[in-house]
């Protein structure tokens, strides 16, 4: 029995372009014909047209529509990222299940996919507002020997790997606003929500959940948030790739993570600012109440934001929201 017959099989399938017999599947893959039938009819229930004919076998029709593990890690071509994929068409929060795969020993790499959530999580208690269909709600579990004084550093190479994705799917260029936001122009296109487990010295396992406002349009945004965020799709006048973008998005991460747990850190910084230009902005930082005005300096090695404060000393900003001024 092979760990992923679905997934060879549909190989095999799209390879045919033709009528393929139980038996040619059977002696490939070394499982019963029952047991393909069984596959195949767990494919189709996961969206795949596939016509099953006496005599002659299977045929791939169509594929589904949203993003199945199969079609990302068809030619995905990661080591790691991505060598597990859960998807599901809706649950609370991919970051949740995340977590909770991660306790039970998942691997890392691992990625959990929705295609709703239910109770999307933002930044600081927010909802991250995850209608069907047309985003991107994913969450990957990391497992990194690195000390938890680093862990922001994970939310910037995220934000990196993130943004040169959609480069590379689009042509479109994000900013970086710290420590997590992806815009374009002063709106907001995607989120980075990082969560650990760990112990006072030990990082157990760390969740990154990463949103991407892919097709959205402009009405389907909530009202609370219509002037303040966008889609790729309203950016760029046409539909775009999920497909692409999250294949695209397991890569970059897989290569900026690499260069993080090699202690690389620095190269993650300087990538970090030339995407986000905020050296030298004045902005203001609210964090729970309080208000800081000043001059954005530099992110230091850990991804603390070095603040000049007016008049003042030079402040350390590890968690807050940051509005650049004009
Ligand atoms: C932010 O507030 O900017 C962070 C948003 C992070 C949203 C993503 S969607 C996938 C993952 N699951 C969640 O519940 N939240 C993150």
């Not at 020997?145 to 990196?160: D, G, H, N, Q, Y």
């Amino acid at each position: 029995m092979t760990s992923d017959a679905p997934g060879r099989i549909l190989e095999m399938l799209r390879d045919r372009q033709a009528h393929l017999s139980g038996a040619e599947i059977s002696t490939a893959l070394g499982i019963s014909r029952s047991a393909i039938w069984k596959h195949i009819r767990s494919l189709r229930r996961a969206g795949y047209q596939i016509e099953a004919k006496p005599a002659r076998g299977y045929r791939l029709i169509a594929v589904p529509a949203h993003p199945t593990q199969w079609e990302i890690q068809a030619g995905l071509g990661t080591e790691r990222f991505g060598k597990d994929i859960y998807v599901f068409p809706q649950i609370d929060s991919t970051n949740v299940v995340a977590f909770r795969l991660a306790m039970r020993g998942v691997q890392e790499g691992a990625v959990v996919l929705a295609e709703s959530q239910t109770q999307g999580k933002g930044r600081v208690g927010r909802r991250w507002e995850s209608p069907a269909g047309s985003n991107i709600y994913l969450s990957i579990i990391l497992r990194p020997k690195i000390p938890p004084t680093k862990i922001p550093l994970i939310t910037l190479m995220a934000a990196v790997a993130c943004a040169e994705a959609i480069e590379e799917v689009t042509g479109l260029i994000p900013t970086i606003k710290w420590p997590n936001d992806l815009l374009t122009g002063e709106k907001k296109l995607g989120g980075i929500l990082t969560e650990a487990d760990m112990e006072m010295d030990v990082i157990n396992f760390v969740v990154v959940g990463i949103g991407i406002n892919c097709n959205m349009t402009r009405t389907s945004f909530p009202p609370s948030i219509r002037d303040t965020a966008t889609s790729l799709q309203e950016a760029l006048g046409g539909e775009i790739s999920r497909l692409l973008l999250i294949q695209a998005m397991l890569r970059h991460l897989e290569q900026w993570y690499t260069i993080l747990v090699q202690g690389r850190g620095g190269e993650i910084r300087r990538r970090w600012k030339e995407l986000s230009q905020i050296e030298g902005k004045e902005v203001v930082v609210s964090f729970m109440g309080t208000v800081l005005k000043g001059t954005a300096l530099d992110i230091d090695d850990d991804g603390v934001l070095l603040v000049q404060e007016g008049g003042g000393g030079l402040k350390r900003v590890v968690a807050g929201d940051v509005h650049i001024r004009g």
